[in-house]
């Protein structure tokens, strides 16, 4: 059987890494890696910004519940309210006749407005605890909007990376940097809050 000529591997492995050299070898892998962490921490900053948005609507969507109850409450002591009148009319009436309304009109009266109050106290509570839901929503929703923004420049931030590999441009790389550091601040910003 006849010899394989040797070739050299060590040479041409060296020319290789010399040619990538050259074309920036050391520099697209230097931007690769700047751009995987900022994809991860994009995630990151991606799933705070869903997981806070998905809190901030189940809290509007219990105060829009706390509102329709309040409502309710407020609906329930409008109508005590009028049964109360209805038994002043019975009263009026019977002054106007010049005798003494029963006893059990006076009551049903005092009772309906005793009735009011308990109802009226508790519809405001409703609404005590629907104002902090939504605002709580609002808080949420602030942070949500920092943490969009982080997200946003990450974006941006990767796509000037992938712009520095194509064109070749150090500068273009560094202005994904700095946007990248412009989203961990949004997103450091936006957690701490």
């Not at 890696?33 to 910004?49: D, G, H, P, S, Y």
């Not at 273009?172 to 936006?190: E, K």
Request: some cysteine; aromatic content about 6%.
């Amino acid at each position: 059987m006849p010899e394989m000529p040797e070739v050299d591997t060590d040479k041409l492995r060296e020319a290789i890494h010399e040619k990538m050299e050259a074309d920036g070898g050391s520099f697209v892998k230097h931007v690769a890696l700047t751009t995987a962490l900022l994809a991860a921490v994009a995630a990151i900053a991606a799933l705070f910004a869903g997981s806070t948005v998905n809190e901030a609507l189940v809290l509007k969507n219990e105060a829009t519940r706390l509102q329709a109850e309040a409502s309710d409450q407020w609906a329930y002591y409008q109508a005590k309210g009028i049964k109360s009148a209805i038994q002043d009319s019975i009263a009026s009436s019977w002054a106007a006749s010049g005798r003494a309304a029963p006893a059990s009109v006076v009551s049903a009266k005092q009772k309906y407005e005793r009735e009011q109050q308990s109802i009226q106290e508790k519809a405001r509570e409703l609404e005590r605890e629907r104002d902090r839901k939504s605002s709580e929503a609002d808080h949420l929703l602030h942070r949500h909007h920092a943490f969009a923004a982080s997200v946003a420049l990450f974006q941006v931030a990767i796509a000037l990376g992938a712009v520095a590999v194509l064109a070749r441009v150090r500068l273009v790389w560094l202005a994904s940097i700095v946007g990248g550091c412009a989203g961990v601040g949004f997103l450091i910003a936006a957690y701490v809050r």
